[in-house]
Each structure stands twice: as C-alpha cells, then as structure tokens.
C-alpha cells in the first residue's frame, strides 16, 4: 500500500464476460494491517507514484509495509497461468473482498461473448471463491485449476479470465492475520486502476524472473514503435504525434 491514499477506498473489477465480480473496501491507512515479518518498503523522494496528499516527501525514507500489496510477479508459475510475460496481484484480506456471481442456471440463454449483466446473480463466501469450493464450481461459471498442493487458482470458465491466486496452506508461525488473497490486478475496470495510488510497488519473485523482462519493467521499453490501435500503418512519432501510411489506414491484423 506504499503508494496508495491513506482515506478509505473501493475497488472494483471482474471477469472479461462479468459471471464474476468484486468488490474491494480498503479501510484508511490505521486500519490496514502491517505484512507479518515485511521488511520496511523504501520510498524514494519525489516517487511519482506517491499519493497526491504525500508528495511533500522530500528524502528517501522507509515506510511500514501494510495490507493491501500490489505486486509486479515474475514466478514461472504465474506467467504461465496468466498468458502475458508478467502476472500482477493486489493482495488483500479475505475481509476487504465480495464476490458476486452469476448463475449457470439463470444465464444459459445468454449468448456466448454477451456480458452477463442483466443476469441474476448471488453474493459468495469469499473463501468459497478464493479456494474454488466444489458447491461454486458446479453453481456458477468459476473454475480452478491447483497448480501445486494448496495452491488454488480461480478463472471464468465462461470468458477464460484468470482471476484470482490463493495459497490455503499452513502459514508461518510468525502469521497473525486471517487468510489472504491475490486477486489479478488487471481484472480491475478502468475507474479503479486509475484511482490515486492503485500501482505496482514491488517485484516478487525476482530471481525466478526471465532477464530481457525484468529489464523492460525496470528500463523501460527503449522506445519501441506505438501504434496507437492495432493498426500497422499508423504509429506515434514524438509527443504522440501521429504517423500514418494514407493509403492502408484502415488495415488491422487484430
């Protein structure tokens, strides 16, 4: 949470088709808990990604590293679980979370690509969801797939959108909080990713990482060629100047 608000805020998010939905309820800053045995994480001054209200921060310091986490995951595991180069959680508290899901049974007559929000729906336990209880697999359009014992990892078997990472597992001794969640921070809509403060703010695991990766989220791209749809004959030259071969402008390849 080094970069986030300290005032209350809600997130939400959902599967590409919208069978499943959340909500996240951070509390203020005094109420999230700290991460049992973090090490502090350090915040380097004038940080871009610093809240709005903490941007008068001017030396590096050291901050305690609280619930919620959002981090940048380069296991093997998960890039292959997700399909991109890198996954990316926001790790939260059984508690912050609801689930809403929709019904196989009252949402068969929807068309296959259709959004599903005109469909009924029920509120499900957030362990349930998060450990894919048999009873919410065989009612609604969750799927799980566990990748190692204990590990649990949940996507729509509708839409195919991974969504949520959940280790049931013993914890360490030194644990004294509830069960936790990793829930797929690209599954957010868009007004929640673009709230103050809703950014990555470390990498995990990452020795396990490939080096051309780590180096793009670190470096930056170098400047690779952006085209500003998915059509090739058009891309942006400096301050996102368009440039465009007039005579294929409305050629696609996706």
Known sequence: MAFLPPESLELTGGCLCSAIRYKISIPESDFRPLAPGALPTPIRKGHS?????????????????????IEIDHCQSCRRACGGLIQCWIIVLYDWVEFHLQSRATSRDARHGDPLIDSEGHFYNTADVATGAEAVLQETYLGKY?????IHRTFCTRCGTGMAYCYAGPKPEAWTLGPIV?????????????KDGVRPERHGWWEDGVGWIKKLVS???GGLIRHP??????????????KANSEHMNESWS
């Open 49 to 69: 990604h610093l809240p709005k209200n903490s941007r008068h921060i001017t030396q590096d310091e050291e901050i305690p590293t609280r619930f919620p986490l």
């Open 146 to 150: 566990e990748s190692s014992p204990n």
């Open 182 to 194: 990793d829930i797929a921070l690209g599954t957010l809509d868009l007004e929640s990713l673009e």
């Open 219 to 221: 470096e930056g791209d």
């Open 229 to 242: 749809t998915g059509a090739l004959p058009k891309y942006l030259v400096g301050r996102d100047r368009p």
